[in-house]
């Protein structure tokens, strides 16, 4: 573990590439050089992005791979790919460098910057149009390609930085894996099944490591974490960065990690489709997972078992706001929770002797009773789209004590996961995530009609109540299902039980931004914003 300077505590913050590529500057001049006063900071960085997923590096370098599997045909195209994400790197480069009061600052920064932006785009198209002649590319070698996003991500980070006074170092991943289980693709898969989640932990101290190599200067770190035994995008997902952000924490033992998004943290509902949704101070470890695996983008579920052993808090925080309190998660073992949120100057004389209070009494004032942290109401209501439902009746002549088992099998060997399913002797109905490839759905079927009857509907939603220990909160069930009779929105399938923190409800796609709307009306009873005004309705009044 590395070890922080006495006047100084560690601070990791993690920025999404669609922060960085809208608020670059604000990052690199205002946030960065503020909390760097007061701390030791680490910075992660996911790829740059824009407005859209669709357009930012990650998903320009999945096209440069599809490309490529296609073969010498899609060269020009491949081609045009790459340049444009090196172009796109050197114009958000230079947009930074062109202020008035940048011009003149550490030109030879800039310029090493841009050859080395250049040489890693040059590099990655020599290898795609190799790669080409073949027509295929392993998993392995996905993640090599995906790796550069960002990889050019912290080489502008640093640059910018750097040119304002602010001495950063980038700091690559891509090789911290085959360091601590060496090199063997076996070595790796027996250490990944041998250790579980402290596999990750192994390799926070790995990062601590190159964390120590920075010295005095800023360390940038990827996201991107290295060439994983079975591909880290198949392995952990696309939410890898905040994964990694969280092994940084834990290799330093922060005070705080800090996600910065552009929403101010965690709502009760998502405030694009609930105007009255309000910001949550805070919500448990369990709920946050919850609420991501149910729609919510709200972090990345390996991330909270990373830092809950370390006692590590995690903070969500807007870009756009850098002075609001955001949404703080503490893990269960936490003795004592600070009043403000880490500050720029909280590493100062003054800031370094911020009051503390018992987690237990924060958690209180936001409605977490007793040592469990049970509520007395739902915490959140979130939505999962573009879901199937899948009715499978039995033959007669397959046994029952066997049917399940088929099921599952047919859906394990499609790689289709299942979000809900309700079961009778003969019966069961499944709502599983719409796969990306129809051909898939239709095999599928094709399985299960070998031994039942099968019906797909398309075009659904779940809905799901979240609130901590909330299968104990009496008659919750019954206000859930009578606030969607009240809205004449049918349920086609329900879950809870399962969890003891949710309950989830199978619904129309066309009915569930009401169904969400009545629940979190009716349910979690936070009044909509017509009927706060009619509260506020002058008289005549009679006396």
Request: glycine letters at 6%; proline letters at 5%.
């Amino acid at each position: 573990m590395v070890t922080a300077a006495l006047a100084k505590p560690w601070l990791v913050q993690k920025y999404g590439g669609t922060s960085l590529g809208k608020l670059l500057d604000s990052i690199c001049c205002n946030i960065i050089p503020q909390y760097a006063m007061g701390h030791n900071l680490i910075i992660v960085c996911s790829a740059l992005s824009g407005t859209l997923k669709a357009s930012g590096t990650t998903s320009l370098l999945l096209q440069c791979i599809a490309c490529a599997e296609l073969g010498v045909d899609s060269q020009k195209r491949l081609i045009e790919l790459v340049d444009l994400i090196r172009d796109n790197h050197l114009n958000a480069l230079q947009v930074f460098a062109s202020s008035p009061t940048r011009a003149v600052m550490h030109t030879q920064v800039h310029e090493d910057t841009v050859v080395g932006i250049r040489k890693e785009c040059e590099g990655l198209k020599r290898f795609l149009l190799a790669a080409q002649i073949v027509g295929e590319l392993s998993p392995r070698s996905k993640d090599r390609v995906i790796s550069l996003g960002e990889k050019l991500a912290c080489m502008i980070v640093a640059a910018c930085l750097t040119s304002i006074g602010t001495p950063a170092k980038p700091v690559f991943l891509d090789s911290i894996i085959s360091s601590a289980f060496g090199s063997s693709i076996h070595d790796q898969v027996a250490a990944l099944e041998r250790l579980g989640p402290k596999f990750y932990h192994v390799l926070a101290d790995q990062i601590g490591g190159k964390i120590r190599q920075c010295g005095q200067q800023i360390p940038i770190v990827t996201g991107f974490f290295g060439i994983m035994p079975d591909s880290l995008l198949q392995t952990v997902g696309r939410g890898y960065s905040d994964l990694c952000a969280a092994m940084c924490a834990v290799a330093v033992r922060a005070e705080e990690l800090q996600i910065w998004k552009e929403v101010d943290g965690i709502f009760t509902a998502d405030p694009r489709k609930v105007p009255s949704a309000r910001l949550l101070s805070t919500v448990t470890a369990e709920e946050a997972t919850e609420l991501t695996y149910y729609g919510s983008e709200v972090i990345h579920p390996l991330t909270m078992d990373q830092i809950s052993d370390a006692c590590i808090p995690l903070r969500l925080k807007n870009v756009f706001k850098p002075s609001g309190n955001g949404t703080i998660i503490y893990p269960s073992a936490s003795k004592s929770a600070p009043l403000s949120p880490a500050s720029p100057s909280s590493g100062s004389s003054e800031g370094s002797s911020r009051e503390t209070i018992p987690v237990s009494s924060f958690m209180l004032t936001n409605g977490y009773h007793g040592t469990q942290q049970e509520r007395r109401k739902p915490t959140a209501v979130t939505v999962k789209d573009d879901i199937l439902l899948i009715n499978v009746v039995c033959n007669r002549n397959t046994k029952s004590q066997g049917f399940l088992t088929q099921v599952f099998d047919r859906l394990e060997r499609n790689k289709i996961p299942v979000d809900l399913v309700a079961t009778s002797e003969r019966h069961v109905s499944l709502a599983v995530q719409s796969p990306g490839d129809p051909s898939t759905l239709l095999k599928l079927k094709e399985e299960l009609e070998r031994f039942g009857q099968v019906a797909v509907t398309t075009h659904m939603s779940i809905v799901t109540v979240v609130g901590h220990k909330m299968r104990n909160m009496t008659g919750v069930c019954n206000e859930t299902l009578s606030a969607l009779a009240s809205a004449q929105i049918s349920i086609y399938l329900t879950s809870q039980g399962a969890s003891t923190i949710s309950m989830s409800l199978l619904v129309s796609a066309d009915d569930a931004f009401a169904a969400m709307n009545a629940i979190h009306s009716r349910v979690l009873k936070i009044p909509t914003h017509r009927e706060q005004e009619n509260r506020f309705i002058p008289g005549p009044w009679l006396y």
